[in-house]
C-alpha cells in the first residue's frame, strides 16, 4: 500500500516535471528563434547562428523527454541555456551585459525540475562563468566591449524578462495548484475529524448516541420546548434480566440481544425522540415534546411491553423485562445531572417495590435518598466514636422455662436521634459494605462477653450472633470468628450464628467452604426468620444446620390465623424428623406459649419473657432465672 502510494507519487512528480520541462523548452527554443531573427535583422549572423544551433538542440532535449530520458533532458536543456548566455556574455559587455539575468532562469529551471545535485552543478558553473569573466578582464587576456545602451538591448532585456516572466508563471501555477491540494486535503482532514467526532459520540455495539452525546441531546430537546411551552420526558431504562442472559448464554448473546432491544426502542420512538444507550443494560430515553408526566409515564410503559415481547437470539427465546424511572423536565429540574440522578432514583425505587414497571420522580425519594446518604455518614462517624451497644435477649428453654441461650442485638446510641433501630441502619450499612466493621465488632464483643458470663459461672450459657450475607460475600467472617474465639478465650461450642435464608440464594463453592469450617469449629449454624424466604429446604442438611428460628410473624397470629397455624405446626413437624431444634421468635403471650408447648416447640424468644437488655440488665436477668424458672 505504501509503496504503490510512493511510486504513484514519483509518477505524479515525473509527469508534471516532464510537462514543465517542455513548456520550458518550447519557451525557451521560440526565444532563440525571435533573438536570432533579430541578430539576422541587424546583420549579427554570428550571433544569429549560435541561437539557432541552441534552438536545435533544445529540440533533441524535446526528443530526450519523449523518450523519457527526463534527467539527460533537464541537463542538457540546462546547459544549452547555460552556455547560451555565457557566450553572449562573454561576447558582450561581460559582467555588465544584461544577458546574465537570465542565469537566475538556468537556476530557478534546475531547483524545479532537476535535483539538488543538478542545481549545485549549474551554481558553480555559473558561478565560474562570473569569476572567469572577471578574471580574463582584470588580466588583460581579453576585454569585453563597454557600448552605449541601445534599443538592441532593450530586446535582448525584454526577451530574457519575458522568459523569467514565464519560468515565474510556471512556478506560481505550481504553488497554486498545491495551495488548493493543501485546501483538498484540510477539507479532507476536517471531514475525518467530524467522523471521528460522531463515532466518538456513539456507543460502539449499539451505534446509539452514548452517555457523552445524551447531555447535548437533552439540552437540545429542551431548547425546542421553550417555544412551544411543552416539556422533556426522561426515561431511565434499566434491562431487569440481563445479567441473567449474559452469564446464561454468554456475553455475545447479550450484546445481541442490546442491539436488538435498541432497533426495538428507536423503531418506538417519535421524530423528536432519541434514545441512547447510558450504560450497560440502561437506556436513556429522550421524548422531545410531552405535555404530562402522565404522559411520559404512559410512553414508557408502551416502551416496556414493546421491550418485553420476546427475542430470538442463537435459538433461544428471551423475554425481558426492564423497570424505568421518569422525570419531566423543566418541571421537575432543567439541569442534566439532576435530571439523571432523579431518574436513577425513581427506577431504583421501583426497582425495590416493583421490578418491571415505571414509576416517576416524586421530591420524597430525594429526601430519602439525602437522608440515606446522611445515614451512612453518621454510620461512619458511629464506627470511630464506639457508638454502638450489644443488647442481649434470652432464649427460653419452653418445658424447663430456663435461660437456653441468648441472642446479641445491636444498638445504636445516635448522640443526637438518640437509640436508632438495627432494622433502620442495617439495611444501609449492608449496601454501603460498612456491615463489615460494625459486624467483626458485634463478634468480637459478644465473645467477650460469653467469655465474662461463662467465668461467672453461667458455663452453659450460648450467645447468638446475627451475621448478614454481605459479610459472608464480602468478608472472611471464618476468620473474623477464629480470631475473636482465639482473642477472648470462649469455646467456640458456646456460641451460634444466626442465618437469614437469603445467603442460600447465591449457594457458592466459597460458602460453602466458610459454612463447613464454621461448623467444624463446634459453632452452631441457626436459621434466623424462618419461613419467609428461600423454599429450597435442600440448604438445611448440605450445611449441618442445628436450629431454625421461625418468623415472628408467623408466632404473633398463631392463636387466631388458621393458616399461620398450619405453618408453624408443618415446621416443628419437619423440624423434628429432620432433628433440628426450633425457636418460636416474637413470643408477646402466655396463649402463645401454651400452644407452642402443645406443638413441641424446644425454645421460645419474645417481649413475653424479656426484650433485649443491656449487659448489666441481662447479667441481672441472668443471676436471677439461670437456675430457676423464668416465670414473667
Ligand atoms: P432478628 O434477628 O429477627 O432479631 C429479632 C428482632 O425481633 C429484634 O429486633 C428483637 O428486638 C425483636 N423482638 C424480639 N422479641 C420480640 C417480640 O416479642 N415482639 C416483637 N415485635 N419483636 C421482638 P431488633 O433488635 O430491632 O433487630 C432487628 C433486626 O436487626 C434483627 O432481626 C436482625 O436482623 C438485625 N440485627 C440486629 N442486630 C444485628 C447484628 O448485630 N448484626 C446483623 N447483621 N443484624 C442485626
Ligand atoms: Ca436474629
Ligand atoms: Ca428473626
Redesign the pocket.
Known amino acids: 500500500m505504501k509503496n504503490r502510494s510512493l511510486s504513484s507519487t514519483t509518477s505524479y512528480d515525473a509527469t508534471y516535471k516532464s510537462l514543465r520541462l517542455t513548456q520550458l523548452i518550447w519557451a525557451s527554443i521560440i526565444t532563440s528563434f525571435l533573438s536570432a531573427i533579430h541578430r539576422l535583422l541587424i546583420g549579427n549572423y554570428n550571433q544569429a547562428a549560435i541561437l539557432c544551433g541552441s534552438a536545435i538542440i533544445l529540440v533533441c532535449s524535446l526528443w530526450l523527454i519523449k523518450k523519457h530520458h527526463l534527467q539527460y533532458a533537464t541537463s542538457l536543456f540546462l546547459l544549452v541555456l547555460t552556455s547560451t548566455i555565457g557566450y553572449f556574455m562573454f561576447q558582450k559587455q561581460g559582467l555588465r551585459d544584461e544577458v546574465i539575468m537570465a542565469f537566475p532562469i538556468v537556476l530557478l529551471s534546475a531547483a524545479l525540475l532537476g535535483n539538488n545535485r543538478l542545481f549545485i552543478a549549474f551554481f558553480m558553473i555559473i558561478l565560474f562563468l562570473l569569476l572567469a569573466n572577471s578574471i580574463v578582464n582584470e588580466i588583460g587576456l581579453y576585454t569585453n566591449e563597454i557600448a552605449p545602451i541601445t534599443l538592441n538591448d532593450g530586446v535582448v532585456s525584454i526577451t530574457i524578462f519575458s522568459l523569467m516572466a514565464f519560468c515565474i508563471w510556471l512556478t506560481a501555477t505550481d504553488l497554486q495548484r498545491l495551495v488548493v491540494q493543501l485546501f483538498r486535503e484540510n477539507q479532507r482532514v476536517q471531514k475525518s475529524k467530524a467522523e471521528i467526532e460522531k463515532l466518538a459520540n456513539l456507543d460502539f455495539l449499539t451505534k446509539l448516541p452514548n452517555r457523552m452525546h445524551a447531555e447535548a441531546c437533552f439540552y437540545k430537546a429542551l431548547s425546542k420546548t421553550m417555544s412551544n411551552d411543552t416539556n422533556v420526558g426522561v426515561i431511565f431504562l434499566d434491562l431487569d434480566n440481563f445479567k441473567a442472559v449474559n452469564d446464561g448464554l454468554g456475553h455475545q448473546a447479550g450484546d445481541m440481544l442490546l442491539c436488538a432491544l435498541s432497533r426495538r426502542i428507536e423503531k418506538a420512538l417519535g421524530p423528536k425522540d432519541v434514545v441512547c444507550r447510558f450504560g450497560g443494560d440502561e437506556f436513556l430515553i429522550i421524548l422531545g415534546e410531552v405535555n404530562s408526566l402522565e404522559q411520559t409515564l404512559e410512553l414508557a410503559a408502551d416502551l416496556q411491553l414493546n421491550i418485553s415481547r420476546p427475542v430470538f437470539i442463537n435459538d433461544n427465546h428471551i423475554e425481558t423485562t426492564s423497570t424505568a424511572g421518569v422525570v419531566l423536565s423543566p418541571l421537575q429540574t432543567d439541569d442534566f445531572q439532576q435530571v439523571i440522578r432523579y431518574a436513577d432514583i425513581a427506577m431504583y425505587e421501583c426497582k425495590k417495590s416493583s421490578k418491571g414497571s415505571v414509576t416517576a420522580f416524586t421530591e420524597s425519594m430525594n429526601d430519602a435518598v439525602l437522608a440515606r446518604a446522611e445515614l451512612i455518614k453518621d454510620i461512619e462517624k458511629a464506627i470511630e466514636r464506639h457508638e454502638f451497644e450489644?443488647?442481649y435477649?434470652p432464649k427460653i428453654d419452653i418445658r424447663s422455662k430456663k435461660i437456653s441461650s441468648a441472642?446479641?442485638?445491636?444498638?445504636w446510641n445516635h448522640p443526637t436521634k438518640g437509640m436508632i433501630?438495627?432494622?433502620d441502619f442495617?439495611p444501609v450499612a449492608?449496601t454501603s459494605g460498612q456491615?463489615i466493621q460494625?459486624?467483626n465488632w458485634?463478634i468480637e464483643e459478644a465473645c467477650k462477653q460469653c467469655k465474662l458470663w461463662i467465668d461467672m459461672g453461667y458455663d452453659k450459657l450460648v450467645i447468638a450472633?446475627?451475621?448478614?450475607p454481605v459479610?459472608f460475600q464480602r468478608s472472611n467472617v471464618e476468620r473474623q470468628l477464629s480470631t475473636a474465639i482465639s482473642c477472648s478465650g470462649v469455646p467456640p461450642t458456646a456460641l451460634e450464628v444466626?442465618l437469614?435464608e437469603s445467603l442460600f440464594i447465591n449457594d457458592s463453592e466459597k460458602l460453602r467452604k466458610t459454612l463447613n469450617s464454621i461448623r467444624e469449629m463446634g459453632i452452631n449454624l441457626s436459621i434466623?426468620?424462618f419461613g419467609t424466604g428461600y423454599s429450597n429446604l435442600e440448604y438445611l442438611k448440605r450445611f449441618d444446620v442445628g436450629t431454625i428460628?421461625i418468623?415472628?410473624s408467623f408466632i404473633?397470629k398463631l392463636a387466631e390465623d388458621e393458616q399461620d397455624y398450619a405453618i408453624v405446626c408443618a415446621i416443628i413437624e419437619m423440624a423434628s424428623k429432620l432433628d433440628l431444634k426450633v425457636v418460636a421468635?416474637?413470643?408477646?403471650v402466655e396463649s402463645i406459649v401454651g400452644i407452642l408447648s402443645t406443638l413441641e416447640c424446644q425454645d421460645g424468644?419474645?417481649?413475653?419473657w424479656s426484650?433485649?437488655l443491656p449487659v448489666k440488665k441481662f447479667t441481672t436477668y441472668l443471676g436471677k432465672y439461670y437456675n430457676a424458672p423464668c416465670n414473667p
Request: overall charge negative; aromatic content about 8%; proline content about 5%.
Open positions: 450489644l443488647y435477649q441472642e446479641a442485638l445491636i444498638r433501630s438495627p432494622d442495617i449492608e456491615i460494625i459486624g458485634v450472633i446475627n451475621l448478614s459479610q444466626e437469614t434466623d426468620d428460628k418468623d415472628k404473633s421468635e416474637g413470643v408477646e424468644q419474645g417481649y413475653f426484650k433485649p
